[in-house]
């Protein structure tokens, strides 16, 4: 493959130097041709005076960017700091970025003047003195991340109105605004990114154009300059308007492209609208190449008579566009759907010119000859691992999609568009990708070798190779393992976290995952056309014989702690269940033989070494209220604001207190997906983005309505109030009607703040900020003085908790972390904890350790909750991930507790002890990625629904 790439570069380099030599021959040769035919022809032939400029610029307009031929015998990086010591890495598990075979080799690494020096053995003796050495005992270590599709520095974090610079709303092609251009220098996601092994990005300007503008490829570390021109990677020479240097080829440029529903909605158009705005711009474009071309035909044939009174024909509001159909720009086009994967295909057939990548790209699984029909070469496909369903476009997404792609033979690249996903986050979303059956080696490299190539940038980034540019990251454990994290991140040679707190994990971390088969899901993914029925293939009544069971996590009745009942034991056990309840759970397979024994009714289920764990309940989405978030008709809608506008009086006036259970929707794919995952119970508050959130309730994740038996679990589970920084009302005034509900309970809204204040009812308070957490820690105290009763208290958000830990375990306020992995997205939460490598504790171990309740929302992309409810299925990963971060805080008991019991607690749920749902799990358990979920336990609904 490498060898392929240099003798290509050859050529390319080659065929420069013709081009050159062609160009001065021609100029002489028209030289002394004018003056051989001067005696006749003087009057006729014109040559301007610049004409050996023109002809440059038509010798150059055949070239194509590639890496200088001499590329490698660099024996500095150009982006290399002096002062930089060399480092050796010894001892690690390379991963070299190679994907056709799996090629982790042990070996040691050098690093110096900003390139890999050597990758393999090297003896510290040959070094010199100034070495710094890490021993990386073994550790996984791969090439920095590469992040194909990223905001970072255009909407820099925490977000603030004064540099939301992402998207342009002056047109709806504009291939003349360039992301440079706003490369904020200040933003958090810097040094969060890199925490998370992010080396290089490229940033793209955002979706709300058909041609938002071109992008920029940026290494993350801080340079002395500080300016954003000197973080770019090999930045094209168009950048400062400098002619390219003849003796060196040219270098990518990147354009970003949208089609479907953002242009389409920022410009009140339609993909007909968007489809014509491209062809209309590559029009533009083409007209301007074919008299370039035409020009210069004219020009290298010495007809100069022709060209009089012209000139180069050119136009810089479309030169980048032009450089695209000269093939000297990769493409990057968000694109959700087949029908916008048609239109572009066939735009890019039509103009001629190569698609380097769809991003986004949910239905392209769908669609795999339809890719490989674009111009010149099939698009890499940049996607996110389970992030979907936000809007329609998004609705057919499938997690099998990397691996169904990476079967037909498509490149696949896992991108994060930070900041809906942290970049930080990248790698961990290859090691979804991976849990979901993409192979290993085409995991690791999707967010390193691959993107690498998509750049055009595999000449010095997403290898461990001689003469590669110094990005490296060592791993905690094995890249693509749950929570995986670096323990070290070098950008050019040097290292970046300092200092750096990696999480402690255990030697078998570093070893290669067994994820699940997934062969039949992927299969019915695309049979069904994106749809695949996601309700079990079996609900059971009668006995269900469950085998080969390793652990059985049961609820202590006394202290509510999870045990495992199979712990102390040799072997697997057998748990059999009847109606929904487990009636014998026995290592000894003879104690339940009555049950085990030939009945033809008996289900039977080999666990394969899998667990019984307790169902996991969510909160802090809109989960149970929506379908697709962006499309109001598939949702409850957003509940009326009382202190913005007056509540019509019909609707209870000042008496008004939404009940999310009047709205609740069952069956939605996020919540069957959720269940699939082993949630079985969420408590939604209605949707709503201001101070009332009104009642929340809790109900069952695999019912299919809501007059179902065991459906609704509880009508009312606690009061929601959001105390949040929106300009008006104030924050102030927000805690003062706070107050004012819970000191005068009056009207038809007094009883539920009197449930509140005679301590019956929860009240959540959404909240981040410390400061607002520390005023309702405040008013709680002043209520309880004054009605003599105690509250309870619940902060949901809590990006900020961590500072307050102590006074919130004082007051025995609990907290429902969300996300359970803060960051700083809004300037009320910029003093976040952002656990380890970043820093000592994780905010969640902070909590723990003042005795603090603490219940996991889920992972979600901004403040709202109804764009949470994707990612409930991923809550069994972060309770694991909370373990795994600090599992001297955080046992696997109480990680559980965390999205189970804890949540139970903390919103007030009733559930009768021995009501809780279990969850059987295949080949592990539910907190790894060994486990997948077989089964779901309901004694409450009386059934086992089979998957
Ligand atoms: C390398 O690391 C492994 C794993 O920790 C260890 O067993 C081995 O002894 C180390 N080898 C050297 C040469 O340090
Ligand atoms: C213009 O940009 C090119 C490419 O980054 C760089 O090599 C050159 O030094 C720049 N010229 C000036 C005058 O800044
Ligand atoms: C239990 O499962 C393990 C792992 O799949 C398997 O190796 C073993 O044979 C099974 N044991 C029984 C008794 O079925
Ligand atoms: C709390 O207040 C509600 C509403 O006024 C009332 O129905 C309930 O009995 C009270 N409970 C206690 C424990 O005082």
Redesign the pocket.
Known sequence: MDKQRVSKTRGVTVQFLAGLLTLSALVSIFQSHASFTASERVKHVQIPLNAEDILGRCAALGVTPSPPANFYERTQSDRFEPGTKPLLIRNATLWTGRQDVLDAVAGDLYLDQGIIQAVGQVSVETLGRDVTVIDANGAWVTPGIIDVHSHLAVEPLPALEGAMDGNSLRGIAQPWLRSIDALNMHDEGYKHSIAGGITTSLILPGSANAIGGQAFVMKLRTTKERSP?SM?V????S????DA?PSLPL?WRYMKHACGENPSRVYAGTRMDTAWAFRSAYGRARQIKVAQDDYCAKATAGEWNALSGQTFPEDLQWEALVDVLRGRVKVNTHCYEAVDFDDFVRLSNEFKFPVAAFHHAHEAYLVPELLKSAYGQTPAIAMFSTFSRYKREAYRHSEYAPRILAEQGIPVIMKSDHPAIQSRFLVNEAGYAHYYGLPENIALASVTSTPAVTLGLDHRIGFLKEGYDADVVIWDSHPLALGAAPAQVIIDGIAQIKPSYPAVKPKSSQRVLHTPKWDKEAKAAVDYDGLPPLGPAQSTKGVVVFTNVSSNWVKDRESSDLADLFASTEGPGAVVVRGGRVVCSSTLYDQCAPYIAANAENVHVDLRGGSLQPGLITTGSSIGLQEIAMEMSTTDGVAFDPLAADVPSIAGGVGYMPRAVDGLQFGSRDAMLAYRHGVTLAVSAPIHSSFLGGLSAAFSLGSMHKLEEGAVVQDIAALHVKLAPQGAPSVSTQVATLRHLLLNPVGEIGPYFQLVTNGTLPLVVEADSADIIATVIQLKRDVESEMGVLLRVTISGGGESHVLAKELGEASVGVILKPPRPYPLQWDHRRYLPGPPASADSTIATLLRHSVTVALGPQGVTNEDSMYTWAVRNLRFDAAWAHLEAPDVVDKASAAALVSSNAAKLLGLNIPSGDEDLVATVGGDLLSFEGKVMAVISPRRGTVDIF
């Open positions: 021109t770019l090999e930045p094209p020479y950048l400062n308007g400098s240097d270098r």
